[in-house]
């Protein structure tokens, strides 16, 4: 049972949270020596204005909220969602308000804290974190990269419902991707303890006011707060990587305006030779598939022509493990990734998306997988798969392998242009082409009667001129003709929401 508490003292703030001055308000106030738990109820004063929440202290960052309306506790023991537990300094903290709406006029903030001598809060299951392997296997892993659970401010998934909705999916691994926080770790720890056959991933959804991206693999809290003491892209990923994580840029082209604050990302200076992935696919195909997903690509191709290397990404963006309303929700494993890894552990998925060993299913777990590999047609032993490249041939041979695929059509892309198709026949298509002697990039869209079912990373050849065989190429399957499905992707009605999806 929890000890009885005192009120050690109580505080009321409010204040005008002006357009000038950058995206960020800074409001300190005192914390008493003594206190062993304190709670701050917030509000932005406001149905027209939208405010951010989060809280720094002496020590540094100690949690943030979003837009979480309900009071924000924070103890020695434990804190609420999307907040760090341990000790509490006296002195000054922070809090932190993030402007993601205001109209012409200044916004307001009203703040009132209660310092408490014990703990009123009963702490959630927390660990410390410790590497975990499920399964030595080099093998293809099923996984989810983009999910969120309580302790981000705006979804409400417990843990232990992302694991049985996962498992239920097939999946071998999901990344739990919570908002600007790292409270999720030790929860997440603790839940691993639990699990023999779902890898949780460590992960963050790096939310700012000009994109979101995922900080994959890493164990602290990545400073987000753009323009404030020098950060910006450049720092927010140099900082994901200085951890041994990978930066993955989430749903790019995806731009609802207030519907989905800063979920298009416009930050012009991204140091994108340090971005590892790209989120191709985001949430289910049936409503972003035909209207986002053809930009998410072309971006994708565009950043690629510049000599960048970016893993094709697939993430459901889901928030309530899977019961979420509407007529198509974002569901875990809608879209599916498929790993190449080494092993199955958290630094063998990041390993292989660092590497560019990955395939998009884009609709979820039950569409066709397919395997690309480059193959010398004089030498058949040297091959090159996703994130490799076969160097010194005149011609390549590009052996796809799609078993549950008979009758839907491989396209073949180079250098983000679409050069030949085949219709799948025993589960293989094969593309005979020439090599210039330039390095060229490879991957592979299945179609069928859903549109776009699958996509592959790419893989890439370097030839030499002097073999260079005569010709354009061939198409060889082992059905005749050509299938060109173009198949158009019904929009469901986008649902307004203040989600920081």
């Excluded at 434990?78 to 000054?92: D, E, F, K, N």
């Amino acid at each position: 049972m929890l000890a009885l508490t005192a009120v050690i003292s109580t505080l009321h703030l409010t204040g005008a949270v002006p357009q000038a001055g950058g995206d960020y308000l800074l409001v300190p106030f005192d914390v008493p020596a003594g206190t062993v738990e304190f709670s701050l109820a917030h509000d932005d004063g406001s149905d027209f204005q939208i405010l951010d929440w989060g809280l720094w202290g002496p020590d540094g960052f100690r949690g943030w909220g979003g837009g979480l309306t309900e009071p924000m506790v924070i103890g020695v023991a434990g804190s609420s969602r999307g907040y760090l537990a341990g000790p509490i300094a006296a002195g000054t903290w922070q809090l932190v308000i993030g402007k993601a709406k205001l109209g012409p006029d200044p916004g307001q903030y009203t703040v009132d804290l209660v310092f408490h001598d014990a703990a009123t809060l009963t702490p959630e299951p927390a660990a410390a974190w410790t590497p975990v392997v499920l399964s030595a296997q080099r093998r293809w892993y099923a996984g989810d990269f983009h999910v969120h659970s309580r302790d981000s401010g705006d979804a409400s998934a417990t843990l232990a419902e992302i694991a049985a909705y996962a498992r239920g999916r097939g999946l071998d691994f999901v990344v739990l991707s919570d908002h600007n926080t790292s409270a999720q770790y030790p929860h997440q720890a603790a839940a691993q303890a639990g699990l023999t056959d779902l890898l949780l991933v460590r992960g963050a959804e790096i939310t700012t006011y000009g994109g979101h991206g995922n900080a994959i693999g890493i164990d602290r809290y990545v400073d987000h707060r753009v323009g404030l003491g020098g950060v910006g892209a450049p720092t927010i990923v140099a900082d994901v990587v200085a951890q041994g994580g990978r930066f993955i840029v989430n749903h790019p082209e995806l731009r609802l305006g207030e519907a989905c604050i800063g979920c298009g990302w416009d930050h012009a200076d991204t140091p994108w030779a340090m971005v590892s992935g790209l989120e191709i696919q985001t949430g289910n195909a049936e409503l972003t598939g035909g209207l986002f997903t053809p930009k998410a690509i072309a971006l994708w191709d565009r950043l690629l022509d510049a000599g960048n290397t970016l893993a094709a990404i697939g993430g459901s963006d889901d928030h309530r493990a899977g019961t979420e309303g509407g007529a198509t929700p974002a569901q875990i494993g809608g879209p599916t990734t498929m790993v190449l890894a080494d092993e199955l552990s958290e630094a063998a998925i990041v390993a292989a998306v660092a590497a560019g060993r990955t395939v998009v299913k884009m609709r979820g777990p039950d569409d066709p997988m397919v395997e690309l590999t480059a193959v010398d047609p004089a030498a058949a032993t040297r091959v090159a798969g996703l994130g490799e490249t076969l160097t010194d041939v005149g011609q390549v041979r590009l052996e796809v392998r799609a078993p549950e695929a008979d009758g839907d059509s491989a396209e073949l892309w180079k250098d983000g242009v679409l050069v030949e198709a085949a219709t799948v026949a025993g589960g293989v298509a094969t593309f005979t082409r020439p090599v210039t002697g330039a390095r060229e990039r490879y991957r592979v869209e299945l179609t069928g009667l859903g549109g776009r079912l699958t996509v592959t990373s790419h893989l890439y050849v370097e030839g030499d001129p002097s073999l260079a065989a005569d010709g354009g190429g061939c198409c060889q399957s082992g059905r005749s003709g050509t299938t060109w499905p173009l198949g158009l992707m019904v929009l469901a009605a986008l649902r307004r929401r203040r989600a920081r999806r």
